[in-house]
């Protein structure tokens, strides 16, 4: 829900809380998020606002908000860079999609993330949705970077700045308690010690070949890390993991993952504790987003992007 955000984000939130009383949506939004770490749910809560019948104003959420969440709604098309860049195709078939599904009367949008990632010929596509703007089309556009954007799209859009706020969620405890699970990993049903090992392929093959991991999230990851609890249980493990990489780094003996020290030498090898430090933060940061119900196909391949962007 928009109140949701209420605190955090008071500003964004009495614009977009004013038009959604008033009804009167902008052709095109640009929500820059300055790096605040809830901005996805925060569009997400703004998007249902349009498309669900009583604009998310509920507490469970019904059908269609379900299936905005789980990016199945047909009058709602997500766009993200395909590899490094927002490509023009990836445009034009977003147009056909919605001439296809053309619903009369209903509203449709769509979601361009990482903006800024709009390059020549996909920019020059967006500029010419944004200058003919569609009935009942609305177009959200989400940069951390918004000053890689051209200023005809910006100009295009109403911008709604989010302030970068700390997380105000309290950490849960659960990690001491892990690590001394793990501590005693003798007596782990071989099953969780499955899971782990399995986890831990995720820094293994990303340490390797960085972008290139999101081709192959699915064998990674996805096809055995289906529920949130066991996302948050694999994000603990990642961040137990390259903890164990600090340490190694700062020549301090392992907490956690002595099997594995060689695995963890090569990673400490190619890594700087700059760098150390970045992926541990980016990877509390993520772990954090999991709470409020994202999708877990893209936060994996956000995650990726975020790593690599130093
Ligand atoms: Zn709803």
Redesign the pocket.
């Known amino acids: 829900m928009l109140e949701d955000f209420k605190q955090e984000q008071p500003i964004a939130y009495k614009i977009l809380k004013n038009t959604t009383i008033n009804n009167k949506y902008s052709h095109a939004y640009l929500f820059e998020t300055n790096g605040y770490y809830n901005s996805i749910p925060l569009v997400f809560s703004f998007v249902?606002t349009i498309?669900?019948?009583?604009?998310?104003?509920?507490q469970e959420?019904?059908?269609?908000?379900?299936m905005?969440d789980s990016h199945n709604y047909p009058e709602l098309q997500i766009i993200k860079p395909d590899g490094l860049w927002i490509k023009k195709e990836q445009l034009i078939n977003l147009k056909e999609e919605f001439n296809q599904k053309a619903l009369v009367g209903s509203k449709k949008v769509y979601i361009i993330l990482e903006a800024e990632k709009l390059n020549g010929a996909s920019a020059n596509s967006i500029l010419k949705f944004l200058e003919e703007p569609e009935e009942n089309i609305i177009a959200i556009l989400v940069t951390n970077n918004i000053f890689q954007m051209l200023s005809t799209i910006i100009s295009r859009c109403q911008k709604i700045s989010l302030k970068n706020t700390k997380n105000i969620l309290k950490e849960e405890n659960t990690e001491t308690k892990l690590g001394l699970i793990l501590f005693n990993k003798k007596e782990l049903e071989s099953e969780e010690l499955e899971k782990i090992k399995k986890v831990i392929n995720f820094p293994k093959y990303y340490e390797k070949h960085h972008l290139e991991t999101i081709v192959y999230m699915t064998p990674l990851w996805h096809d055995y890390i289906k529920t949130k609890d066991e996302l948050l249980t694999s994000f603990e493990i990642l961040i137990m993991y390259y903890k164990d990489v600090l340490n190694k780094l700062l020549n301090i003996k392992l907490d956690y993952f002595q099997t594995y020290e060689k695995d963890i030498n090569e990673i400490a090898e190619k890594n700087t504790l700059d760098s150390i430090c970045h992926k541990l933060k980016i990877l509390l940061e993520y772990k954090e987003k999991i709470k409020f119900n994202v999708n877990t196909a893209l936060l994996m391949d956000r995650l990726v992007i975020a790593l690599e962007q130093r």
């Open positions: 249902k498309l669900c019948p009583v604009h998310g104003d509920h959420p019904c059908p269609i908000c379900q905005i």
